[in-house]
């Protein structure tokens, strides 16, 4: 039976996928500007109702936060990086649009997800909606994990992920939905697979110091989704930077902040900003 938490993440996910679709986004001269649309495809993000969710509501986020992460792989394809990781992909078609000679894209996310994304793939290159599509995706990988419980370092080996060649690692809205010890052990495992020269960036939202990071974490569970929600990791600032240097990562710019708002609530009787900021780090 399908949890009241795992509805919400379903409709998240979705929602950002149809949000992306409607943003104008890059492409690389072998990208497909066109693919992204055919992969979202009849998704109907609702919410855990069955209520249709409003996918303008995730365009504030979305509309700065994209183009973040599609800089970051247009420059590590022109800087002669030739594996990109999409943890927690979902589904993001920046392996379709940023198609690059040499270069493999290696989408991972849950057993379904990825099942789902593997049969859109297949009819980008049959007549949908009217529009005949001619995509290679040869060149990109699906591996299905479980961020709880998986093992990265080794889905990532038997994908064919070359550790000793550098990799862009992007975790684009992922490790929010993370319990703490799960995020430490993806780092843990992706550190196993880090090359010289490699690069991680990432989405991690943060409260204001001096605040229990467990007492912002259940605050959010009760006021914004009665005790049933998926959003796990929120931490400060500081305590993200730490945890990137303990598993060998050295943010970039570590004194400024690229950042949006993401949401307010009251947390111990004070009104609190929860951020989510952008972190990209090189392997140190």
């Known amino acids: 039976m399908t949890t009241r938490a795992e ?5 998240i996910r979705e929602v950002c996928a149809l949000g992306r679709a409607e943003l104008d986004r890059p492409r690389t001269a072998e990208g497909d500007a066109t693919a992204g649309r055919t992969l979202v495809d009849g998704l109907r993000a609702v919410d855990p109702s069955g209520e249709p969710s409003d996918i303008s ?27 990109v990781v999409n943890l927690g992909a979902g589904y993001d078609d920046r392996a379709l649009r940023f198609r690059h000679s040499g270069v493999r894209f290696f989408d991972l996310d ?21 529009v005949t599509l001619d995509t290679d995706v040869s060149h ?20 064919g992920h070359d550790a000793a060649q550098p990799s862009l690692f992007i975790a684009e809205h992922l490790v929010l939905f993370l319990r703490p010890y799960d995020v430490e052990r993806l780092l843990a ?33 009760d006021v914004m989704f009665d005790g049933a929600g998926p959003l796990r990791g929120i931490r400060t600032r500081d305590a993200w930077l730490t945890l990137l240097e ?37 392997a140190a």
């Open 110 to 130: 849950l057993p379904d997800v990825v099942a789902d994304k593997a049969r859109r793939l297949r009819t980008l290159d049959t007549d949908v909606s009217h």
């Open 57 to 83: 509501l995730s365009l504030g986020l979305l509309a700065p936060r994209a183009p973040y992460f599609d800089r970051l792989v247009l420059n590590a394809v022109a800087a002669g990086t030739r594996q």
């Open 7 to 11: 509805k919400t993440l379903t409709m």
């Open 189 to 221: 495992g992706i550190s196993t697979r880090t090359a010289a020269g490699s690069t991680l960036a990432l989405t991690a939202e943060v409260h204001p110091a001096g605040l229990d990071s467990s007492l912002v974490v259940s605050t959010v569970d």
């Open 140 to 159: 990109v990988t699906l591996a299905a994990v479980d961020f709880a419980t998986g093992d990265v370092a080794d889905v990532l080996a038997r994908a």
């Open 246 to 282: 303990q598993h060998g990562w050295q943010v970039e710019d570590a004194a400024g902040t690229t950042a949006v708002d993401h949401f307010r609530l009251p947390v111990d009787g004070t009104t609190v900003q929860i951020q989510t900021q952008f972190l990209t780090a090189a």
